[in-house]
């Protein structure tokens, strides 16, 4: 078995990296956007070193070789039978959550999320023309779970046309169990709600959790909902603009495809092909690998913070490698915590109220990194917090 070095600190700086070369000072620490801090797996690095040597980069015609290595990958790694028909490939997952909701809706119809949730569901929503309508998770024992008498009754508006899934979920670090996923659906389709199922950190997923896809649990489920897929966060591959949509249902892949169109996000780069492909074909052992890592990443930090920082608990993380920090002690709205980590602690974490009201008070942390980051990144918060 291969070993793939983690450890190993790469400087990302001077490579107009966003995560890195977004703050004017070289002194802060970037823990914040989600993309990791190691080389993305060596067959997709070949694979592209393969594509340069070309030397010519015109438009891409993906082929079925393509939809194969997709298909193949959900059905060996996550027993879900996709049908290549179904995939509707595009650059993002963000455009595919926008052109969807633009296929479903009409302007002044609701879409219903589980907040906190990633933000960029909200200006998706918002640049759609439609309300977004919220039924919080419920925190508690340091973990997220769903109010289900909300979340019926929000989802029985009929305004309310689609629920924006998360699963798993970030920020919360929730891998939804079946049973969860099971309740979720069955109200949605009691109530005639589309379920738009983000699955892009699906393969992070860590010991004693599994990952469900919504759409694999029924045939029903699988008709009454459409789910956005990438490669980019478990590859480390976000900057190569690659995505699916995969939608069982013709009318609604119709409808959405339109809309891809419409939304001109219709083409992909052939880098993103290719690396997709050898993610899926020969990634998997290096894949494997960066879920210990990164699992041992959160245990370290959980371990740092009961020691060092017993009034800031992390929540139980199950899956991605975002760790959500509870930081309501110090009583500060979470903005002016960030701003204040990075002025005075050298830190760059993103403060919770971005993912929403019931975000406020708590920090998002990336863990993707070497451990030697990570245990700087902790230490330069300690430090801030005890002075």
């Not at 009318?251 to 690396?275: H, L, Q, S, T, W």
Request: glycine share 6%; charged share 25%; with cysteine.
């Amino acid at each position: 078995m291969a070993i793939y070095d983690f450890d190993k600190v790469i400087s990302r700086r001077g490579t107009n990296s966003y995560k890195w070369d977004s703050s004017e000072r070289e002194a802060v620490l970037p823990m914040w956007v989600a993309d990791m801090d190691f080389p993305t797996a060596p067959a997709i690095v070949d694979a592209l070193k393969k594509r340069i040597e070309h030397g010519i980069f015109g438009y891409t015609r993906v082929s079925e070789s393509y939809y194969k290595a997709a298909t193949d990958w959900f059905s060996r790694r996550h027993n879900w039978t996709v049908n290549r028909e179904w995939i509707i490939y595009t650059s993002g997952v963000v455009p595919a959550v926008s052109a969807i909701i633009k296929a479903l809706t009409v302007p002044s119809d609701k879409v219903l999320v589980q907040t906190p949730v990633y933000n960029c569901f909200f200006s998706s929503i918002r640049n759609n023309g439609c309300e977004m309508v919220s039924s919080p998770l419920c925190y508690a024992d340091n973990t997220y779970t769903i109010d289900y008498e909300d979340l019926e009754c929000k989802a029985a508006d009929p305004k309310v046309k689609i629920m924006l899934l998360c699963n798993p979920h970030n920020p919360a670090g929730r891998v939804w169990k079946r049973e969860e996923l099971v309740r979720i659906g069955a109200i949605c389709i009691r109530h005639g709600v589309t379920v738009v199922s983000d699955e892009i950190h699906c393969e992070l997923v860590f010991p004693g959790h599994c990952y469900t896809p919504f759409a694999s649990i029924s045939e029903d489920f699988l008709r009454h909902s459409v789910t956005c897929l990438s490669p980019s966060k478990a590859f480390n591959i976000a900057g190569l603009q690659i995505a699916n949509i995969v939608c069982a249902d013709a009318n609604r892949r119709a409808k959405i495809d339109r809309a891809i169109n419409d939304n001109e996000v219709c083409d992909v780069n052939p880098f993103g092909v290719i690396a997709t492909q050898a993610a899926y074909n020969e990634g998997e052992k290096w894949l494997d690998q960066l879920i210990e890592y990164l699992h041992a990443n959160y245990l370290y930090m959980r371990e740092f913070c009961r020691e060092h920082l017993p009034e800031f608990p992390v929540t139980v993380l199950e899956g991605t490698y975002l760790v959500w920090m509870d930081c309501r002690k110090l009583g500060l709205p979470s903005e002016e915590l960030e701003r204040q980590l990075m002025e005075q602690g050298d830190l760059w974490l993103n403060a919770g109220i971005m993912y929403g009201m019931e975000g406020e008070g708590f920090m998002r942390w990336n863990i993707a990194c070497p451990r030697t980051t990570l245990i700087d990144g902790l230490t330069r918060f300690s430090n801030f917090i005890h002075r």
